[in-house]
């Protein structure tokens, strides 16, 4: 059973730092894209980044050069480092990863981690 588990979500004051981190456990051979989603109340979840396998990023206008996405392929591990942050940015916060099983990609979601910017 393939599980991503976001951690690292809290209240923070505006320009404020958070690092949230995503981890993949289970039986699975490599994972492919990971991303950062989240889903502000009342609004639809949107992408915050991708990462592909070969570090490969893109950032929205909006987030760039305040939110940075890296990974760590030989934990399994996803980051978002979140830097002078607004309280725009309050949301709860997913994980999502392609999963490579044998011959076969599966997609694959965190719960979500809430993340409160205080004005």
């Known amino acids: 059973q393939v599980q991503l588990r976001e951690t690292g979500g809290g209240l923070v004051q505006a320009g404020g730092s958070l690092r949230l981190s995503c981890a993949a456990s289970?039986?699975?051979?490599?994972?492919?894209?990971m991303d950062w989603y989240r889903q502000a109340p009342g609004k639809q979840r949107e992408l915050v980044a991708p990462?592909?396998?070969?570090?490969?990023?893109n950032y929205t206008d909006s987030l760039k050069g305040r939110f940075t996405i890296s990974r760590d392929n030989a934990k399994n591990i996803m980051y978002l480092q979140m830097n002078s942050l607004k309280p725009e940015d309050t949301a709860v916060y997913y994980c999502?990863?392609?999963?490579?099983?044998?011959?076969?990609?599966?997609?694959?979601w965190g719960q979500g981690t809430q993340v409160t910017v205080s004005s």
């Open positions: 999502n990863a392609e999963i490579i099983i044998g011959t076969r990609v599966f997609n694959y």
């Open positions: 289970g039986s699975f051979l490599s994972i492919a894209r």
């Open positions: 990462i592909t396998a070969a570090d490969s990023t």
